[in-house]
Each structure stands twice: as structure tokens, then as C-alpha cells.
């Protein structure tokens, strides 16, 4: 049970409704969504919708890590997923799978991720989940860091890293929330899926 009530967007105010929109306007009933984000309102926005204008604030600054951390659609879906992965976030995991989905990733490349098979992945993916895995636990050392700018200049390497750090202070934050998946979790082996 969620341990701080998620808003009803009724109730929200009429002009920053918005805000609990998924990544489109389309309302589209969850049973018809296939892995699609489209339509309805997400519980974490409806959460953060207690406060109105931090809500507002997290958006644009989800926004602006999710298009400017110099990633493809697929980087940066290894990140958020490896993230959501090594922080335990099922909330994360679930939204993410569908949006890597969506992207085209195969599922063989998800599952790579949550059994922790990098070995399986191209090179530069298999060095995005080594550093969010060090990244998530405190432990990035030279010999991480060195991996991955072999394959990212430094650039994208910051970007890597603002968009893991908001990913995990997002999960951190939907944890001690207890804010519930709006489905079925997909599960780590997407066996719901």
C-alpha cells in the first residue's frame, strides 16, 4: 500500500495536469497499451503530485537528462534499466522493459541485464551496465571508468552518470514510498510480459 496517496488527477490543478501524463496524450485503456507508455497517468507522477511545482521540477529535469546525455534510444535504456536492476526497483524495471520495447531492443538484451550476462552484449552496452552497476553500489573504480571511456568521451560519460543518479534517487524515492506498479509487475525474467 502506497504510504503517500497518489493524486487524483480530478482533483489536480486544471493547468498542470499535464504533468501526470504519460509520454503521450493519447488515453489509451492499459489493456490496449501493449508495451507502449501511451495513455493514462503513471502513479509515480501521481505521487509527486502532492507537490505540484516539484513535480513540475523533476519533469524538466528528467527531461533534460533523458535527451541530453549524448545516448541513443538503446543507451539509454541500458542505463535506466541496469539502474532500475541494481537498485531493485521493480517500479523502474517495469516502466523501463516496456520503453526498451518499444525502442526495439530485443528481450534477449533486457535479459542480459537482469541475469547480469553483459557478456552477452555488444561491447559498449556490456560497459554501460558494468559502470551503472558500480555506479548503483558506490564502487566505480579506475579500471570501470577506464572501460567505458574507451568507449564515450567525457561528455557522454557525465551524461551516463546524471542519468543513472536520477534513475536511482528516483528509485530510492518510489521504494520508501511504496508506490505500486499501475500492472502487473513484467518481472525480472519477463515472464508478464
Known sequence: MPRIPPVDPKEFPAD??????TLSDKDIPPEERGHSLEGGTLNV????????????QFRAY???????????????????LATAYYADSAYEWHQHVRV???????????????REEQDRLEYNHAAIVDYVAAFVTGTVDDATH????????????????????????????????????????????????
Not at 100 to 107: V, Y
Request: hydrophobic share 40%.
Open 100 to 114: 526498451a520495447l518499444d525502442e526495439g531492443m530485443d528481450p534477449e538484451q533486457i535479459l542480459a541485464v537482469s
Open 146 to 193: 577506464d572501460r567505458l571511456a574507451e568507449c564515450y568521451d567525457d561528455e557522454t560519460i557525465l551524461g551516463i552518470g546524471m542519468l543513472s543518479g536520477c534513475y536511482l534517487g528516483l528509485a530510492r524515492l518510489l521504494d520508501a514510498l511504496a508506490v505500486e506498479c499501475e500492472a502487473p509487475f513484467v518481472g525480472w525474467d519477463l515472464e508478464n510480459c
Open 62 to 80: 528528467g527531461s533534460a537528462v533523458w535527451r541530453e546525455s549524448g545516448l541513443s534510444p538503446h543507451e539509454r535504456e541500458f542505463v535506466i
Open 45 to 56: 507522477y501521481r505521487t509527486m503530485g502532492q507537490d505540484p511545482a516539484l513535480l513540475e
Open 16 to 21: 498542470k495536469r499535464d504533468l501526470l501524463d
